[in-house]
């Protein structure tokens, strides 16, 4: 057990699926895993370990934020050895070639802070995927005819952003999408040598205004997860 998790250490897998909603990790595990155990609910922040087509699978949520993120990561990492950590969640398209419903695979992660920015100081750090998770899930979502982008995207903890010129710069310079998590995700995986990639669903579009409904979202969230579990234990 940590501060924030609940687990026994044995009941945390060595990949875990971190989607920052925790409701939605509980519909993930319920969905995609067999045997599923809840393995933590500390401070309302659901886990679940369960198994897919034979292997051992943790879901876990992050909260919203890289700050969020940070805590559960480290402890995951560093408290129960999580080797593969893979985050679902959904994303803000930035490009006009990036529609709805489209998966976005991020190759690299730009911030303007992340928690980590107190360790790198003056350091302007390039956090970027696994290039094994990172290739095995492009191969598997071009295997199902998904549309999918693999680039950069935009890591920030504001939500509600006032900056349109710098919204406008990412935008020139080719982000594919904007969301809240991925930047700390891969420096702590680089960190600690730990293996990271986030898969994400373009649930809304900062150009167009336009958001994909509830439904919509559940429906398209499908491909992500599985895309995701694929990719973790393809050999």
Known sequence: MTIHIGAKKSAIA??????????????AANKFLSNVAEVNT???????????????VTIHGSGMGMPSLS?????????????????IGSAGGMQKTVSLRDIVIAMTATSVSTPSSTIFKELNFAPCADFGLLKNATMIAE?????THVGGIYSSDTFYDERS???KELTRH???????ETAELYNL??????????????SDHLQTGKALSSK????SFNDMVEIALEAAFLD
Do not use: C, H, Q
């Not at 990561?73 to 129960?80: F, Q, S, T």
């Not at 995986?189 to 373009?202: C, E, G, H, Q, W």
């Open 14 to 27: 060595d990949t875990v699926l971190m989607p920052g909603d925790p409701l939605r990790a509980k519909w």
């Open 42 to 56: 500390v401070r309302g922040m659901f886990g679940y370990t369960g198994s897919w087509k034979k292997n051992k």
């Open 71 to 87: 805590i559960y990561v480290n402890e995951l990492i560093r408290d129960y050895n999580a080797k593969t950590l893979i985050r």
């Open 143 to 147: 295997s199902k005819k998904r549309k």
């Open 165 to 167: 010129d710098l919204n």
């Open 174 to 180: 080719g982000i594919l999408a904007v969301e809240m």
């Open 189 to 202: 995986a680089l960190r600690y040598k730990r293996r990271a990639l986030s898969i994400l669903t373009i």
């Open 216 to 219: 919509d979202r559940e429906s």
